[in-house]
C-alpha cells in the first residue's frame, strides 16, 4: 500500500503526548466496541449473505475453509493453538506495534494511528451495512464445526467466538464482513516490514497476516472473501490517510483560533520620540537640550563670521 507508506513517511508532525493518546485511543476503541454491539442483528438476512458468500467462493473455486476447518478440528495440536491465536492475539499484537510506532518511530506514528482508525472506522461501517453470519453459525449441514466451541475447555472462550464463558452476549457474532482481524494483521505487518531493521521483525511483518488468515478460517471464524474484504478496508484507509489528518489539523486549528485569547493592541505613545531616526542640522539645536561652552563658542563666531559676510558687500557699495 504505497499511500499508507508514503503519508507514513511524509509525516512531519511531532509525536503526540501519551497523556492525549490513551484517551483518545481508549475513546476510539470504546466506540468501535459498542457500534459493534449496536449494529442491529438481523440473523436471517446475516445467513443470507454467508451463504451468498460460499456460493460464489465455490463458483470460484476459493472454498478453502472446508479443507482447513477439517484440519484443525481433527488435530487438536493445530486447533488449540489456533483457538488461543483468535482469541488473543488480535488484542495484543495491534497495541504493541501502536505503542512500539510511538517509541521508536515516533515521526510515522501519527499517519499510523490515524490509518489504523479510519480502517476500523470503515469495518464498522461494513458491519452496519452488511451483517454477515460466519461458517461455525451456519447449519451442521454445510460442513463446518466451531473449533472455539468443541476446544472450550482449554481456553477462556465458550460458544460466543472469543468472548469469554458467559459474555458471548457482549460482541457481535455477526459482523464477519470485513474480517477486522485480518485487517488488523496487514496493519502490523507492513509497519514491521516498512519500519523494522531486523530481519526477525520483517520477517514476522510477512509471518504475522498469513498466519492470520489460516487461523480464521481454519476456526470457521471468516470465510475467504471477508479476509480480502478486510485487506481492502485497509487500502481504502491507507488512501484516506493523508485527508483524514489534513481535516483534523484544520479542525485544531479552529478550536485554538476559538480558544486563543485575543492580544490587547499596543497603545500609542502620547509623547512622540523626536529623534527616533531624525537628524538636526548644522548649528540647530533641540528646545530643552543643553550645549556644552564649545558648542556655544562655536555657534558665536559661526555667528560673527555670518554678520561679517553680510556687512562686506554694503562696504563694497
Given at each position: 500500500m504505497p499511500h499508507a507508506t508514503a503519508a507514513i513517511r511524509t509525516s512531519g508532525h511531532r509525536r503526540p503526548r501519551w497523556w492525549t493518546e490513551l484517551p483518545l485511543l481508549a475513546v476510539?476503541?470504546?466506540?468501535?466496541s459498542v457500534g459493534r454491539l449496536l449494529v442491529r442483528?438481523?440473523?436471517?438476512?446475516?445467513v443470507d449473505h454467508g451463504?451468498?458468500?460460499?456460493?460464489?467462493?465455490?463458483?470460484?473455486?476459493?472454498?478453502?475453509?472446508?479443507?482447513?476447518?477439517?484440519?484443525?478440528?481433527?488435530?487438536?495440536?493445530?486447533?488449540?493453538?489456533?483457538?488461543?491465536?483468535?482469541?488473543?492475539?488480535h488484542y495484543l499484537v495491534t497495541p504493541a506495534v501502536l505503542v512500539w510506532m510511538f517509541r521508536r518511530r515516533s515521526a510515522a506514528y501519527r499517519?499510523?494511528?490515524?490509518?489504523?482508525?479510519?480502517?476500523?472506522?470503515?469495518?464498522?461501517?461494513?458491519f452496519a451495512l452488511m451483517p454477515t453470519c460466519p461458517p461455525r453459525l451456519l447449519d451442521a449441514r454445510h460442513g463446518f464445526v466451531d473449533t472455539m466451541a468443541q476446544y472450550?475447555?482449554?481456553g477462556w472462550w465458550g460458544t460466543g467466538a472469543s468472548a469469554p464463558r458467559g459474555l458471548s452476549g457482549m460482541t457481535n457474532q455477526y459482523a464477519a464482513m470485513?474480517?477486522?482481524?485480518?485487517?488488523?494483521?496487514?496493519?502490523?505487518?507492513?509497519?514491521?516490514?516498512?519500519?523494522?531493521?531486523?530481519?526477525?521483525?520483517?520477517?514476522?511483518?510477512?509471518?504475522?497476516?498469513?498466519i492470520t488468515v489460516f487461523v480464521v478460517m481454519g476456526t470457521?471464524?471468516?470465510?475467504?472473501?471477508?479476509?480480502?474484504?478486510g485487506a481492502a478496508v485497509m487500502g481504502v484507509g491507507a488512501l484516506l490517510t493523508r485527508p483524514v489528518m489534513r481535516a483534523a489539523d484544520r479542525v485544531k486549528d479552529r478550536v485554538r483560533a476559538v480558544f486563543t485569547p485575543v492580544a490587547a493592541p499596543a497603545v500609542p505613545s502620547k509623547y512622540p520620540v523626536v529623534s527616533g531616526g531624525c537628524k538636526t542640522s548644522a548649528g540647530e539645536r533641540i528646545p530643552g537640550q543643553r550645549t556644552t561652552s564649545a558648542d556655544s563658542s562655536h555657534a558665536a563666531t559661526g555667528s560673527a563670521a555670518d554678520a561679517a559676510s553680510d556687512d562686506a558687500p554694503a562696504a563694497a557699495r
Open positions: 476510539v476503541y470504546g466506540l468501535y442483528e438481523d440473523i436471517p438476512a446475516a451463504l451468498a458468500i460460499l456460493r460464489i467462493e465455490k463458483a470460484l473455486f476459493l472454498n478453502a475453509e472446508h479443507p482447513l476447518n477439517r484440519l484443525l478440528t481433527e488435530h487438536a495440536a493445530l486447533g488449540v493453538p489456533a483457538d488461543f491465536a483468535y482469541a488473543s492475539l499517519a499510523a494511528r490515524t490509518w489504523l482508525m479510519t480502517s476500523t472506522v470503515l469495518g464498522l461501517a461494513g472450550s475447555s482449554y470485513p474480517s477486522l482481524h485480518v485487517g488488523w494483521a496487514v496493519w502490523c505487518g507492513l509497519l514491521l516490514w516498512r519500519h523494522g531493521r531486523h530481519p526477525l521483525v520483517r520477517a514476522a511483518g510477512i509471518a504475522y497476516p498469513l470457521a471464524n471468516h470465510y475467504f472473501l471477508d479476509a480480502v474484504a
